[in-house]
């Protein structure tokens, strides 16, 4: 009985040990591949199709290997963009301007439709960060600038982007980062960037996207509040209803009308968690009629009346808290 359990421990042992090496090696193949496969295409390569063919898990990342001198990558950005120059030496240029060289460990910004072309003249490391939301890109000052600052839109790497760079490659190799997950590590980098450069170093980086466009995106999230309708929207900003549902909808990619639902539930639900308003309060807050109006609502977007939302939200919160 005794050398039944032995083998009987020994053999679990053996599995997971085994589990845990096929792991280990789907995770490094997938990773040598991907790198293999954008190294065959770096010499005049199509990087928006080598990012597309990466699945529904693709995270918006690309590592640029430039490990011969003379060869040549172009890339074009489908959105906000940014550019990490990790070493070597590079000639590049941004939608067939001067061209400029980097030698240095450095970054920038793209905008959506610059084309990047990048010629190593010696082997370099470049990694490419797509934005995958364009509204989580939030300038960290005010500004009143309306065209990019020559020569100051390239900014050092310090220690912390460094750093941040680090981790984001071992997070990627093993396969961790999806486009959730993104989110949340460009927000992080944007905290990075907004607590340790200066102003007038953030105001030269994020000049290559200030533009009409980025001030009506901005206009709408500091004032999208003050509305209860899209019509009142469009006169806070002087537009006609037509033109500004056709504005809307360039900058945000959906209707003005489905953004502002989407809005309102975040906030309610916001609201029902992290707050201890009354429910009729936010009731009136929100517009509804009655309580009963309020509880069709939550019951056709939550699935539940908001008092039992609550509830459940706070008991989640607490189960998590003890853990």
Same mark, same amino acid.
């Given at each position: ?47 928006? !199709? /080598?990012?597309?063919? !990466?699945?529904?898990?693709? #995270?918006?990342?690309?590592?640029? #290997? ?8 172009? &890339? ?41 072309? #990048? ?15 364009? %509204? ?18 390239? @900014?050092? @790497?310090?220690? /912390?982007?460094?750093? $941040?760079?680090?981790? %984001? ?11 959730? $997950?993104?989110? @949340? ?52 900003? =002087? &537009? ?13 990619? !959906? ?13 309610? $639900?916001? =609201?029902?968690?992290?707050? =201890? ?31 039992? @939302?609550?509830? !459940? ?11």
């Amino acid at each position: 009985m005794m050398c039944f359990c032995v083998l009987c421990t020994d053999f679990v042992y053996f599995v997971f040990g085994f589990l845990t090496l096929v792991l280990w090696i789907r995770y490094k193949t997938r990773f040598f591949t991907l790198n293999i496969e954008l190294k065959n295409n770096t010499m005049n390569a199509s990087l928006n !199709q /080598y990012a597309s063919c !990466q699945g529904e898990d693709y #995270s918006g990342i690309i590592f640029i #290997s430039h490990e011969k001198t003379s060869e040549a990558i172009d &890339y074009i950005a489908e959105k906000h963009s940014f550019v990490f120059f990790k070493e070597g030496h590079i000639r590049f240029s941004i939608n067939g301007e001067k061209r400029k060289e980097l030698d240095q460990p450095s970054f920038f910004l793209l905008s959506p439709g610059s084309a990047f072309r #990048s010629v190593a003249l010696l082997p370099s490391s470049i990694v490419i960060i797509s934005v995958i939301d364009h %509204l989580d890109i939030k300038l960290p000052f005010r500004s009143n600038l309306s065209t990019r600052m020559k020569d100051k839109f390239i @900014l050092p @790497l310090n220690v /912390y982007v460094k750093n $941040y760079l680090i981790l %984001l490659n071992e997070l990627f190799s093993f396969g961790f980062l999806n486009k959730e $997950y993104m989110k @949340l590590k460009i927000a992080e980098l944007m905290l990075i960037i907004d607590m340790t450069y200066s102003i007038e170093e953030k105001q030269g980086f994020f000049s290559v996207i200030i533009n009409n466009e980025f001030y009506f995106l901005s206009f709408i999230r500091k004032n999208y509040k003050r509305a209860k309708s899209v019509r009142q929207l469009a006169e806070l900003m =002087d &537009y006609s209803i037509s033109g500004f549902e056709k504005k809307f909808r360039k900058v945000f990619s !959906q209707s003005a009308s489905l953004w502002l639902k989407e809005q309102k539930k975040t906030a309610i $639900y916001e =609201d029902l968690l992290k707050t =201890d308003k009354p429910l009729k309060e936010i009731s009136l807050e929100y517009g509804f009629c009655s309580t009963t109006h309020f509880n069709n609502y939550c019951k056709g977007c939550f699935g539940c009346p908001p008092g039992k @939302l609550r509830k !459940q939200l706070i008991i989640t919160e607490n189960t998590l808290n003890e853990d």
